[in-house]
């Protein structure tokens, strides 16, 4: 369900509606959990477990060495999440969808745990959708804990201004990645492919190329944050 696609708009609006509905801060934030990995078990339902167990791990190490600063315990995790990443690229096909944004998010909580630079969040529920929170779940950007952890504390007011922002960000992420990005691609692609290509096409085409990843992840990061501030 990519963030093009014409089903995760209908999924988007499905999951705002539920968030504008319901009361409590504590039901919208499990409403956004269970969206967040139904939205990831569309990929591979697979994958749902191998994120709950980053979760589950790394939530255990961010506490305990919160609790005493204990070196050898967040070098074990960071080891642990470096190599479980890297046996992820080596062995599973397909890669697992996100898995290189919420495994340096799960590292991120880790050593900023350590550092004090986080307070305890409101148990592993906050932790768990920290994590899973879909607009960035499967390309970004990161988020650090300090920022987005104290942003689930309250339920945000919805207003128009926020509306505005919002749908601007995603109108202009939309523009980067269909009117840019993936026009630049069929212009490129061609001049790659051709093994005969002058030097001045394979220059253009290089610079092409440069602008159309920069717009590719810049329009999907305009798209997540459009889509993030949507749910404040």
């Known amino acids: 369900m ?36 139904f939205l990831y078990a569309t990929f591979r339902p697979a994958n749902v ?8 791990g790394s939530y255990a190490i961010g506490l305990a060495v919160q609790k005493g600063r204990r070196p050898a315990l967040l070098g074990a995790g960071v080891c642990a999440a470096v190599g479980g990443l890297a ?63 104290p942003q689930l504390a309250r339920r945000p007011p919805v207003d128009s201004a926020a509306l505005w922002e919002a749908l601007t960000r995603i109108v202009f992420g ?10 630049l691609g069929v212009v490129v692609d061609p001049v790659f492919a051709d093994l005969h290509a002058s030097p001045s096409r394979i220059l253009l085409a290089t610079y092409g190329f440069a602008v159309q ?11 997540a944050l459009g889509a993030a501030r949507l749910f404040g």
């Open 87 to 149: 046996a992820a690229k080596q062995w599973l096909t397909p890669l697992p969808v996100g898995i290189s944004f919420y495994m340096l998010q799960a590292i991120a909580w880790m050593v900023d745990s350590y550092r004090g630079n986080v307070a305890a969040p409101g148990g592993l529920f906050d932790y768990t959708l920290y994590l899973s929170f879909f607009p960035k779940l499967t390309a970004g950007p990161i988020a650090r804990a300090e920022d987005f952890l």
């Open 213 to 223: 990843i920069y717009c590719d992840f810049s329009g999907y990061s305009d798209i």
């Open 49 to 56: 477990f191998l994120l709950l167990a980053v979760t589950a």
């Open 174 to 183: 939309l523009f980067k990645k269909l009117a840019i990005a993936d026009n």
């Open 2 to 37: 990519s963030f093009d696609a014409f089903p995760f708009w209908v999924f988007l609006l499905a999951v705002w509606s539920g968030c504008l509905l319901v009361r409590h801060n504590a039901a919208r934030k499990f409403l956004l959990i269970a969206a967040s990995y």
